[in-house]
């Protein structure tokens, strides 16, 4: 059983940044791809991002790509999600999840869940 804490979250205004980090416990971290999803009051859980367990591939929702960028630190058992030029609609609970059944991006292949953390961005 894999334990996930995710913290970094804040208040930020559009056009800054913010490091989400997510901790693993209780599992072999190493061997899970990790993704990030996001979800907005009265919306579906979105894809944001996912990173293979050898953190050698990398995909993107359409909507983040070119601004975020998820990472991983095996050693650490972490997973980072880096977010730069911040906008108003990113604006979210953001959940960090671990997946033993490979890099994928619906939310349904994903096997484990973090409580999740708030992002909001101001105009």
């Known amino acids: 059983q894999v334990q996930l804490v995710e913290s970094g979250g804040g208040l930020v205004q559009a056009g800054g940044s913010l490091r989400l980090s997510c901790a693993a416990s209780?599992?072999?971290?190493?061997?899970?791809?990790m993704g990030w999803f996001r979800q907005a009051p009265g919306k579906e859980r979105d894809f944001v991002a996912v990173?293979?367990?050898?953190?050698?591939?990398?995909y993107y929702a359409d909507s983040v790509k070119g601004r975020f960028t998820i990472s991983r630190d095996n050693a650490k058992n972490t997973v980072y999600l880096q977010m730069y030029s911040l906008k108003p609609e990113d604006t979210a609970a953001y959940y960090c999840?671990?997946?033993?059944?490979?890099?994928?991006?619906?939310?349904?292949?994903?096997?484990?869940w973090g409580q999740g953390t708030q992002v909001t961005v101001s105009s």
């Open positions: 209780g599992g072999t971290f190493s061997s899970y791809a």
């Open positions: 990173i293979s367990w050898t953190g050698r591939s990398t």
């Open positions: 999840a671990a997946s033993e059944r490979g890099t994928y991006y619906s939310a349904a292949l994903f096997d484990y």
